[in-house]
């Protein structure tokens, strides 16, 4: 990790850890056809088989969840502040109806927002 930073840090660019898992995604995708044929050897280059989706699926969370967090910081720099410093401590003197409303809330926003973007890309 450390190794990484510094790389990132040496080209100017600001590190991230969005852009790690990003980063780590995408070249398990590209190495993945490479893995699966010398396991399997009649296997294609993009397997359609199980292994494949979990890969992609994973690559879709992490790049919305990449993309929102810059979006949000790019937008809104003052709730980015706030929701890393100072959300925690808030949302644990709500009460417990509160908690649930507000949690299943975002949970639902974000997770129907995911479905309605990849279902457009499909």
């Known amino acids: 990790m450390e190794h990484i930073?510094?790389?990132v840090n040496s080209l100017g660019l600001a590190f991230r850890k969005e852009l790690?898992?990003?980063l780590i995604i995408t070249l398990l995708f590209f190495l993945f056809p490479i893995l699966v044929?010398?396991?399997?050897?009649?296997?294609?280059a993009i397997d359609p088989g199980i292994l494949s989706g979990i890969?992609?699926?994973i690559s879709a969370v992490l790049i919305f969840k990449a993309l929102t967090w810059w979006i949000?910081?790019?937008i809104w720099p003052?709730?980015?502040?706030?929701?890393?410093?100072?959300?925690?401590?808030?949302?644990?003197?709500l009460n417990s109806l509160q908690k649930v409303v507000i949690y299943l809330?975002?949970?639902l926003m974000i997770f129907y927002a995911f479905?309605?973007?990849?279902?457009a890309l499909i």
């Open 37 to 44: 044929r010398k396991i399997d050897s009649t296997a294609a």
């Open 105 to 107: 809330g975002f949970y």
């Open 72 to 74: 949000i910081k790019s």
């Open 20 to 22: 790690l898992g990003i």
């Open 55 to 57: 890969i992609l699926a």
């Open 78 to 93: 003052v709730f980015a502040k706030y929701s890393e410093l100072h959300f925690e401590r808030n949302f644990r003197g």
């Open 5 to 7: 930073q510094k790389f």
């Open 115 to 119: 479905i309605i973007v990849l279902g």
